[in-house]
């Protein structure tokens, strides 16, 4: 079944982020997306190979992408743990998405709550959360068929998001949905292709990649639109709050429980996880178009550098 969604040229990848640029911005944006769902979308209990039983000869992400690639502990692992791991990193992701798209739904919802429901505006806002709740039901049943538990963010993190879906609004809530989805959008589109994922995973993904770059387009233009003509001090603050959100969005995606549920050790692979150059120089450079974005409405302040450096994505 992974190949019962190819990847169109949606016009979101990377080279049309300049494009997004133009000052003619207006319902015309949404109007396009909402065409493009309609002409594109897919219904993952459908799409995905939810009957075939796990073949544990595949990996559940990339390799490459693994906390552990290139340790010196990956060196020592079995071709099987190797696999297993993956499979529960894999599973680790999924949950952060759904943790992540349930803070954006109720954020989408409440930016709407008062708008005009004839406009394209707000039917596309509901048709992003109609693909975000099929997206959570999809990654919530992959999990499962990954042989994983229910990971979850540390309890102060989830607090932390409780707090975040009440309080952020405008450019603060786009600009941070971005990030979570543009950093997921990176390594989906890896493991995507790679022969060595087990095929529903890489239908998940595709999937994913589909529907997310309408949504990655959307939030680049309401990141704009609101920044539009903002003054010092509301850039300064929203460009604090973006990178707070977006350190714990990216150190939450891979649950330390992962390396026991692998038959690791987990205070061993911990710590060289924690270490591992070779997974921080990956999420820098998948990265690079993000951080180039963040520039161009000006949401790179100092303070907001540290952070991302703190979270090795740039």
């Known amino acids: ?78 071709e099987e743990q190797r696999k297993e791991l993956t499979r529960q990193e894999a599973a680790s992701v999924a949950s952060t998405g759904i943790w992540f798209e349930m803070i954006l739904q109720q954020m989408v919802l409440r930016d709407i709550y008062a708008k005009d429901p004839t406009g394209s505006d707000f039917q596309w806002a509901l048709t992003e959360i109609a693909e975000e709740c099929r997206h959570s039901i999809m990654f919530a049943r992959g999990a499962q068929k990954l042989g994983a538990p229910a990971y979850r963010p540390p309890r102060p993190v989830l607090e932390l998001g409780r707090a975040f879906k009440t309080l952020a609004f405008g450019e603060a809530a786009y600009a941070a949905i971005l990030v979570a989805e543009e950093v997921l959008d990176v390594m989906q589109r890896d493991w995507m292709r790679d022969e060595r994922v087990v095929p529903f995973v890489r239908t998940i993904n595709n999937i994913h990649v589909v529907e997310e770059s309408r949504h990655m387009k959307f939030a680049r233009d309401e990141t704009r639109k609101r920044l539009a003509g903002a003054g010092w001090v509301r850039r300064q603050l929203n460009a604090f709050v973006v990178a707070v959100a977006s350190y714990y969005i990216v150190t939450s995606m891979v649950n330390r429980n992962v390396y026991a549920n692998a038959g690791l050790d987990r205070e061993r692979a911990i710590a060289e996880a924690r270490a591992n150059e070779h997974h921080k120089a990956m999420m820098r450079s998948s990265c690079a178009g993000l951080m180039d974005f963040l520039a161009s409405v000006r949401l790179l302040t100092r303070p907001a550098l540290a952070f991302y450096k703190r979270a090795h994505l740039i």
């Open 1 to 78: 079944m992974a190949s019962s969604t190819a990847r169109p040229d949606t016009g979101a990848d990377r080279g049309e982020h300049a494009q997004d640029q133009r000052p003619d911005r207006d319902q015309g944006v949404t109007r396009r997306l909402l065409d493009s769902s309609a002409q594109l979308s897919y219904d993952p209990a459908v799409e995905v190979d939810w009957d075939t039983p796990l073949d544990k000869d595949f990996h559940g992400a990339s390799p490459e992408w693994s906390t552990l690639y290139g340790t010196a502990y990956w060196r020592e692992m079995t």
